[in-house]
């Protein structure tokens, strides 16, 4: 293991998750996330299948193929890249980057779980504890029921954020898992990446049923939100190839971990760019607070 090089895979790949966020709540207003998905999972499968191609004929060691880790790997994709990805783009819309960005961070909460139960990775009463704190912080961030200011239907609608926000941690954490243990045996981070794209694309085509409307959205979309979508492909690729790598070197926890960390680059620019757009107050830095107050604490336990 090299926990220097596992820790700063796992930084850029926090980068490009939080870029992912960002990029997305401008890409949802201009094509549906139903059509949209379909051009992230794109770009993930060419530009995925380029990258390995190329590290093929640059690398001196031959592509063995193994079915178990394979599996493994699709496994990832579906609960990871199908699931978890696609909820996260349903909770941005719902709750803005800066709210999904908080649940983002609480993957790590659900990837220890799965490792322990998956992988092997000990799971004790530490760890537990401030698994707890982190969930107190996230409860916190949201606005109380007393609040006069927010509607019977905004009250619903971060309701429903909340559970996308808590099957989108869930699916991670259990992608996180899965891949890792597939690292463990078979160093092949991109072939990975692709299987898991390939996964979700097959899914997202089988359970979308209005082929029309999607094909009416493609064409009525303007170049931008086309490329919007695009830069998410490549962000979602990026992120996902860098946390894989980043488990063969550290914990699978650990990288989560730091992955996961997206409110470091969130909330300043909900701040000082969307100038406070999400309705932010103190009560919700408060919670962001002990979310990442837990986390650090996790990553030196």
């Not at 592509?63 to 990871?80: D, I, N, P, Q, T």
């Not at 019977?152 to 996308?164: M, P, Q, V």
């Not at 926000?165 to 899965?178: C, E, K, P, Q, R």
């Not at 694309?201 to 064409?219: G, N």
């Amino acid at each position: 293991m090299n926990p220097e090089l596992g820790a700063a895979l796992s930084l850029a790949s926090m980068l490009c998750f939080a870029a992912n966020i960002l990029i997305s709540r401008y890409a949802i207003r201009l094509l549906n996330v139903d059509s949209g998905f379909f051009v992230v999972l794109g770009i993930n499968l060419v530009v995925g299948g380029a990258l390995f191609l190329a590290e093929i004929a640059l690398r001196d060691a031959p592509f063995v193929f193994r079915l178990r880790e394979s599996l493994y790997f699709a496994a990832g994709g579906l609960v990871g890249a199908f699931l978890g990805r696609r909820l996260l783009f349903d909770t941005v819309r719902l709750l803005g980057p800066a709210r999904a960005s908080v649940f983002h961070s609480c993957a790590p909460l659900p990837t220890l779980v799965f490792a322990w139960i998956i992988v092997g990775e000990t799971l004790g009463l530490y760890e537990l504890m401030l698994m707890a704190l982190v969930l107190a912080g996230l409860w916190i961030t949201h606005p109380p029921d007393r609040d006069t200011s927010v509607s019977r239907a905004d009250r619903a609608t971060l309701r429903r954020g909340a559970l996308l926000g808590m099957l989108t941690i869930t699916g991670f954490g259990a992608s996180n898992a899965i891949r890792g243990l597939a690292m463990r045996a078979w160093d092949e981070a991109m072939f990975g990446t692709l299987l898991g794209a390939s996964t979700a694309l097959i899914m997202q085509m089988l359970i979308t049923r209005d082929w029309p409307k999607v094909i009416r959205e493609f064409r009525e979309a303007p170049r931008a939100g086309w490329l919007l979508y695009g830069a998410c492909g490549l962000c979602t690729l990026g992120g996902a190839w860098f946390l894989i790598s980043a488990t063969r070197h550290i914990e699978i926890a650990l990288a989560a971990l730091i992955t996961h960390t997206t409110p470091i680059v969130i909330f300043p620019y909900s701040v000082f760019v969307l100038r406070n757009g999400e309705g932010l107050t103190q009560r919700t830095f408060v919670g962001v607070a002990l979310v990442l107050v837990g986390i650090a604490l996790l990553a030196f336990r």
